[in-house]
C-alpha cells in the first residue's frame, strides 16, 4: 500500500507573528510545484491564524504543537481542541518528548489528548521515542510498545484511521546525531507490526510513521527511502523555509 508522505515542520518556540508569516510565505512559494507529498508546519500558537491565512488555498497543512483534552473551562494557559480547529489547524502534535520532559506528560495524559483530538477531527501526530540509555540497555521496542499501548488505549481503528506516529529518539532530537537509516527502519518496522497486532491490518498500512530526529539535507533521502518511513518530524531544519522546502522537494526524488 502506497502511503503518501508527510513533512512536517515543529517550529517549537521560535518565531513571532511578523517571522512565522515571512517564513510561510516563502515555503509556499518555493513549494508551488509539488505533488504526491503532504508538508505540514506546527507554528508557536500565537502565529496559527496568520498562518491559516497564508496557507489558505495551498496544500500546506496547519498545525498545532499540543492541545488540552477539555472542551473549556478554568484551564490557565491551555488551548481546547476547538480553539485549533477554529484556527484552521488540521493535525495536532501530542506527546512530543520535550513535552514529557519538561512539561510532565506521561502516556496517561497523551492517551486524553489522543481522544480529544480524535473527537474533534484533528490528526493526532502522535510523538513516541527511546532515551539513549534505554537504547543502550536494548529496551527501545519495549519502551516505544508501552507508550503506544498506553498512548492509544481504548481508541479503535476506526477512530485512529488518520492517526501520524512520530518516531523521535529522544537522543537524536537536536543533537545532530540521526538514527541511521537501517535503525530507524527496523523500529518503524517494529511499530508497524505493534500496530497491525493491535488495531489490524488495514489501519498499520494506512497509518504514516514519520522519522524525527536531526533531520537534515543530508540524511532525509536515505531516510526516506526507506520502506517504513513515511516522512519526517523535523525541527531545527524546518525554521529556514529554503531547507524545509528542500526536505518536501527531496522525498519526490528532485534534486
Ligand atoms: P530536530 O527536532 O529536527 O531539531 O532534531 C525534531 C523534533 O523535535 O521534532
Redesign the pocket.
Known sequence: MSRIPLIAG?W?MNKTIDEAVKSAQALVELTADVQDVEAMVAPPFTALTALAAVFADTPIHLGAQNLFWEASGAYTGEIAPNMLTNAGCSHV?IG???RRQYFNETDETVNRRVHAAVENNLIPVV?IGETLEERQSESTQLVLGDQLKAGLANLSAKELTHLVV?Y?PIW????GQ?ATPDMAQATHQFIRGFLHKSFGNTLANSVKILY?????IDNAKELMAKPDIDGA??????LEAETFSQLVCFNLGED
Open positions: 515543529n517549537k502534535i512530543h518528548s520535550e510523538c512520530a523521535e537524536a532530537i537536536g543533537t540521526a524525527g530526529g536531526s533531520v537534515n518530524l523535523v525541527g531545527g531544519a524546518s
